[in-house]
């Protein structure tokens, strides 16, 4: 297959009202966006209509506020948590995935795995889990913890963590239930696995009380790019949320990443990298401008500025705004973003002012402005390069910037042959062109023989 017979993979990254920190406050926002189903119920629809992969929902086990209470500034501080509303949203959807974001860090796997495997089996396999660990240190203080659990021990955690998951997803194989009502026999006993799990941080007996589902079981997408980050994905992922400004950044975390494959004998093919970009998008540059400085201008600056402390994992507040970014001590919270905000800052000589107002949007992620023609021309310069298999498109506002995306950018990329017009299959996994995995179980046995 050559460069221009592939195709890009997109994904909907939904988020209440939109990305943008303001968005709340822009006239074509929801205004009840954080508590209404059928918001979502539409966007999910929309993107499925338009054919994307997936739609994908972030999440946190605490509210971002700060210490003197809810942050009054943003609608970010309450949402539905994601697993119910993807299994709400199964039950309107047929072919798109559902992605979510659970972490590693405050979960159990035996509930994690119960959960996801759920999901997989009432979407007929669409689920995919997006495994992460906690940045928000106030994660901590909803589960017994004085203090956010440290960032070595946290992928040390996710690592194990993944294994118990993926083998209590494989507890059952796919013949195990006979049903045979004339001998009265329910399943076979020899296709059932018993996990029997101890380790440093788990002990799990199992088996799941869920069977495995017609993708085999969810595709595992990750989104830390820091080097544990990027081991963890290695080792697990089958899809990559990741962030990088520029394109070579882009090709060289592609590369890197990539590469790391083989080690764990698995093929490029095995991961798809889809890295988030954030698109302003109208007929001509200058409209697209407007819309980016209309949003721009609602930002209020405590607002931007508590938002890139926390990005940064450090408080900024006792700073110059109109002065350089400070050297900041490393974070225990999100090591790869305040990396990534460090050299965007310094590449470009941005004050905290001006980098608090380039992440208001994409918090770090890649940021596109221009007409239909020029946001194909960048995505496709990506994908045929060596930068990304696809997307996670942001919408700076919701329900509008999906719209936009949708009416305007995709026709575009049809007619270059860059994105598809059908669904391939009804699974997430042959949509996204990823094999169905063997059951891990089965594999061992094998391997013994």
Do not use: C
């Not at 509930?111 to 928000?136: E, M």
């Not at 408080?315 to 970014?325: E, Q």
């Amino acid at each position: 297959m050559t460069a221009s017979q592939k195709q890009l993979k997109l994904g909907a990254f939904l988020m209440t009202d939109g990305h943008h920190i303001a968005a709340w406050r822009h006239q074509e926002a929801n205004p009840e966006a954080h508590t209404s189903f059928q918001h979502f119920v539409d966007l999910a629809q929309k993107a499925e209509k338009a054919k994307f992969d997936a739609i994908f929902f972030a999440d946190s086990a605490a509210a971002w506020i700060d210490d003197e209470g809810v942050f009054q500034y943003t609608s970010r501080g309450a949402h539905f948590e994601p697993v119910t509303l993807l299994s709400a949203l199964a039950t309107v959807t047929q072919n798109i995935g559902l992605i979510a974001t659970q972490t590693t860090t405050y979960n159990e796997p035996y509930h994690l795995a119960r959960k996801f495997a759920s999901l997989d089996q009432i979407s007929g396999g669409r689920a995919g889990w997006n495994l992460v660990t906690s940045a928000n240190a106030r994660e901590a203080l909803n589960f017994n913890r004085d203090e956010h659990v440290r960032f070595e021990e946290r992928y040390d955690r996710a690592h194990e963590f993944a294994q118990v998951v993926i083998g209590l997803w494989d507890s059952w194989e796919d013949d195990a239930f006979i049903r045979n009502a004339s001998t009265g026999q329910f399943s076979d006993p020899e296709k059932v696995h018993v996990l029997n799990h101890s380790g440093k941080h788990f002990k799990v007996k199992g088996p799941l009380n869920v069977p495995r589902s017609l993708q085999g079981r969810p595709v595992i997408v990750q989104a830390g790019s820091s080097e544990e980050g990027k081991e963890l994905a290695a080792a697990t992922a089958e899809v990559v949320f990741t962030a990088q400004q520029t394109l070579e950044d882009a090709q060289a975390f592609y590369r890197d990443l990539k590469g790391r494959l083989k080690k764990h004998g698995r093929h490029e093919d095995d991961l798809k990298i889809m890295p988030g970009v954030l698109v302003y998008v109208a007929p001509t540059e200058e409209e697209a401008r407007a819309k980016f400085e209309s949003i721009q201008s609602l930002v209020l600056p405590e607002v931007g500025l508590a938002q890139l402390s926390s990005l940064l994992g450090v408080d900024l507040s006792g700073h110059d705004v109109n002065g350089p970014v400070p050297e900041l001590p490393l974070t225990n919270n999100n090591r790869s973003r305040q990396g990534l905000l460090v050299e965007q800052a310094r590449r470009n000589n941005l004050t905290i002012r001006d980098l608090y107002l380039a992440v208001t949007g994409g918090r770090g992620h890649w940021q596109v402005i221009g007409t239909p023609e020029q946001v194909a021309d960048q995505l496709e310069e990506r994908f045929l390069n060596g930068a990304a298999d696809g997307f996670n498109v942001m919408g700076p506002v919701l329900p509008g910037g999906l719209d936009d995306f949708i009416e305007l950018v995709l026709p575009e990329l049809r007619k270059r042959g860059l994105f598809r017009t059908e669904y391939e299959g009804t699974t997430l996994r042959e949509n996204l062109g990823l094999k169905r995995p063997e059951n891990v179980h089965r594999k061992k046995v094998a391997a013994l023989v």
